[in-house]
Structure formats: C-alpha cells, structure tokens
C-alpha cells in the first residue's frame, strides 16, 4: 500500500458524501472519521470506509 496519510484516507472517505450531505454533517462525519481512524488504525479504517485500492484510485483522478 501506498503511503497515505491519515488526512488523505480521510478525505477520501468524506469525498463520496460531498454532494449528499450539509457541511454541518460532513463536519461530524469528519470527526467521526478521525475518531475511527485513530480507534482502529490504518487498516481497518479503510476496510471499514471501503477504501479499495479501485475507490482510491477514482479519488486521486478527481483531485487532478
């Protein structure tokens, strides 16, 4: 695996609600996301958000 940050594995979890949800509940979302990664570390956070080696790949394209 790549070496992505915390920030980026995050981000890239958040980038799936951006046109579903309000700011106020993609900034809790955010927290929870951070809460999660923090509690389970690394890899289970992306086994748990679904962030596939496909899904991140599409998120890395999107920032271009």
């Known amino acids: ?3 992505y940050t915390r920030e980026f594995l ?3 979890y958040l ?3 951006l046109k579903a949800l309000s700011i ?3 900034v809790k ?3 929870d996301a ?4 923090d509690k389970y570390g690394k890899e289970k ?5 679904s ?3 496909e899904y991140i790949k599409r998120y890395k394209e999107s920032l271009k």
């Open 51 to 53: 962030l596939d080696s």
């Open 10 to 12: 995050v981000d890239a």
């Open 15 to 17: 980038w799936r609600f």
């Open 24 to 26: 106020e509940k993609l």
């Open 29 to 31: 979302l955010e927290q």
């Open 45 to 49: 956070f992306r086994q748990y958000a």
């Open 34 to 37: 951070y809460h999660d990664y």
């Open 1 to 3: 695996m790549a070496g």
